[in-house]
DNA sequence: ATCCTCCGTGTAATCGATTCCACAAGGAGG
DNA sequence: CCTCCTTGTGGAATCGATTACACGGAGGAT
């Protein structure tokens, strides 16, 4: 019933506990004969140390926790999977806490984790510092923000820089004739919320072209609020000629708004979204996006995060995300060949 | 630097340690003013209770293991979050691993989990059963497949029967006019790769239809492999005129593979995809198909295993799948009004 | 031959909680 | 007034590892 211990392996390689810790850790001052008749033991009686015994003591749990705000969201979704694999690269596991863009939830999550005494902390924050956050934050917990962060509190962030992408973006839309530019805005207590609505301002600016109240929406990363703030446009006695998402989810509840009027995409209004997954291969049409490096970003964040841990420094890292063209905004990016002739099957 | 402890809370209180713990533990013999008293230097403290140290002593972590075979997919990123949700409701932490269809990793995973002492583990196995899966089933870990399982392992199992919606994909088929369909289908080494194939071909035979072996691709779960399989499905000097996918990853890999040989779906083959996921409904076209209460699935499953490290029963569950009829094998599904004269808007 | 180092090992303290057991105080019942 | 419970409390053992410290013996230097 009760497990295998450290006792029953010492007892029987015939040594003491402190032997057959010595021997499993690779302490130097355990001879060769020892080690062996140890490795023996654990082997034929199948030991595994238990990891909750080992935390208490070393005080360390070789644990990362990650915050993420939504893993429904593709975007999050690929950036968890390559933080767990940097993080098992380097001998850590990782616990991801869901906080579905609701502060409460990221706090619990954050919470859980440093009652669970894990070693560090990787966090995307919902919101502008929730109250458990700021804690963990001035607690010492080593912390890395990654994607999202919260200005004014002193720990590293890792995340791209839209800005070049967005003015790409914006240089597309121009090049296509579209004048009329509006925004889905994320979360105004969100960093990238904000950025982005920036970034296309700005871009915007260089083209002498507004962007008025009336053509920022405000979203909150959910596909509901994007077909909210969508109807909200298309309503408009002057409608825009294209809506930007600032992420993927809200692109698609521009999509489907657009849809349900019996409207289409490009020909009736164009579409771009912040964030590119898989998946915008295959809308239809393909939709516009700019690409985030996601699986760098997320490797660089464990990366610094461990540094923090094992006592390097841990910096702050920025990549830069790129705009990819598909045919969401009108036809500029008909690189296939003009028409296949396609080849027309019977069906019975 | 070393944080507060229950040691701190007992002097600031002005009692015991024992007094701390039984107060905190809602233990009935103490009296309202020590309680009183704890609580009060708990706040102000800010204690928290160490949980590594309290899973050391009480032998449970309150945490529950999900060793699912690929995050990236979203039938199993539904999973998760159903799964954690659900947890959270009872009481209980989830660590997820993520397999990545590898056996090796999944073994990992589940080694890691298992060290952690964690109480009960949920999984989905990659395969027919790797060395560490069988360990732990045989080392009396409370443990609760779903989705996929391993015969001859007395574990429950929490999944969902398609072969009744299968059934029904088959006469939608067979009603379009289809005779020739094939089927992308998953590893043989987990049942739902061999079940999957088994309704089908069962289905296929209410109506007098063969399944030859061309028309049966060898796929993965994975993008790629739909891609080659399906692939070889058009090199056929009789190709098929539909493509079941035994998954959304295989079905997004087809519908590639099909454009870039310039044809159409339906016109030139249909598809059709088990797992339904909100994408589908924005692909072009949309795909039709088998949808599982994947939500209803995590729940039930939590509450098995829980339901197992609580000493109740915990007993299998099996849920109906449902067809979803789209637009991806042809035109009946034409339920939308027959053409809502799209407004066309002018385009500067 | 004596002393001093190392080296390998074991004993016991430690991590921070929970919980068994002993015990004191107070109330009820005889 | 004496016993017997009940109730609240504290001391100390415990969980399973790591690790500081002590110690015995071998080998080298003097």
Known sequence: MASIGIK???AAAGVSVATVSRALNGHPSVSAAARERVLAAVETLGYRPNAVARSLRTDQTRTLGLVISDVMN??????ARSVEEEARALGYSVIIGNADERPD??????????????????VSP????????????????????VDRWIPGVDVPVVRS?????????????????H????????????TTGRERVDAFREALGAYGLPLPDAYIGQGDFQVESGRRVTEGFLDLPEPPDVVFAADNLMALGALDAVRARGLRVPEDI????FDDIRWFVHTDPPVTAIAQPTGDL???AVRALVDRIEGRTGESVTLPARLVVRRSCGEAALRQPPSPSPVRRSTP
Chains 1, 2 share one sequence.
Not at 107 to 119: A, G, P, S
């Open 8 to 10: 029953d392996v010492a």
């Open 74 to 79: 593709p975007y999050f979704t690929e950036l």
């Open 105 to 122: 939830l990221q706090d619990h999550h954050v919470t859980t984790l440093l009652d669970r005494r894990i070693d560090g902390l990787l």
């Open 126 to 145: 919902t919101d502008g510092g929730s109250p458990g956050m700021l804690a963990a934050a001035r607690a010492g917990t080593p912390m890395v923000f």
């Open 161 to 177: 820089d839209g800005r070049a992408a967005v003015r790409d973006l914006v240089a597309h839309l121009h090049g296509l004739g």
């Open 179 to 190: 004048r009329r530019l509006a925004i889905i805005a994320g979360p105004a207590a969100t």
């Open 270 to 273: 164009a579409l771009a979204a």
């Open 298 to 300: 997320g490797r660089a």
